[in-house]
């Protein structure tokens, strides 16, 4: 019995696993980039546009002169914070798309496809930039059926780096207690990713995030990394 169990297990960890699992040998699933020179830190964020954070969030990059990686939902882009995703396109960065529901995986290929070809669209009508392709689920979560329809659609699905996520392990988030672990684990190609939005609660606080990206570019610049899109 226990073994039945114990393969129940790793089917469902292989398809919900939000790290590298049995599933991602399809190698439809991107958790870093190619090394090379100079050693690259892709900085990631996820669940905007925040109204309230992504604007800041933005002047901290330009300060920097950095380019990153958005990955928006798409029932936050409105009216309002389409300037916002405008803007982050027209500073240099990359702009992909992201869930907010772990629903998308148990979608069939043919939904999934048709799920981002339409947030596509909208955001380039709404911007007048279309995003890359490149596709973000909810908390990592993917499926097989995910897989193929995002896949049909031309999208990789974007993951990242082992510990390097601003989940904190039921501690306050500050960047006093994340930048030392993101930067001790930082190493070419890596992906790294914050929030600046929230799947639920679009204006969420999230001036940790904002402050956390001010203090860990100059500390992963001092270890010799530049940032990539």
């Known amino acids: 019995m226990w ?15 939000p790290f590298p699992f049995l599933l991602d040998v399809t190698k439809r699933t ?8 100079p050693p690259t830190i892709y900085l990631t964020f996820d669940d905007g546009p925040n109204p309230d954070a ?7 990059l330009r300060r920097h ?11 936050h882009l409105t009216a309002e914070t389409a300037p916002i995703v405008r803007r982050a396109f027209e500073d240099g960065h990359a702009v992909g798309l992201h869930s907010h529901t772990r629903a ?20 380039e009508v709404m911007t007048g930039h279309r995003p ?18 995002a896949g049909g659609a ?5 993951g990242w780096g082992w510990m390097l996520w601003d989940f904190n392990f039921f501690r306050e988030k500050t960047p006093e207690s994340l930048v030392p672990r993101l930067v001790r684990k930082a190493s070419p190609g890596d992906i790294m990713v914050i929030h600046d939005g929230h799947h639920v609660d679009p204006r969420a606080d999230r001036q940790y995030a904002i402050d956390t ?6 500390e992963l610049r001092a270890k010799g990394f530049e940032f990539g899109r």
């Open 154 to 158: 031309g999208y990789r699905v974007i």
């Open 213 to 218: 990206v001010d203090t860990v570019i100059p």
């Open 104 to 123: 998308m995986m148990f979608y069939r290929p043919v939904l999934v496809s048709s799920t981002l070809q339409e947030a596509a669209a909208r955001m």
């Open 54 to 60: 992504t604007p800041q969030l933005l002047d901290v």
């Open 30 to 37: 991107i958790w870093r980039m190619p090394t090379g020179a």
């Open 3 to 17: 073994l039945i169990l114990a393969g129940v297990g790793l089917f469902i960890l292989a398809h919900t696993a």
């Open 132 to 149: 890359c392709y490149a596709f973000r689920p909810h908390a990592g979560h993917r499926s097989i059926p995910m897989l193929m329809g």
């Open 65 to 75: 002169r950095v380019q990153a990686t958005f990955f928006i939902i798409d029932k």
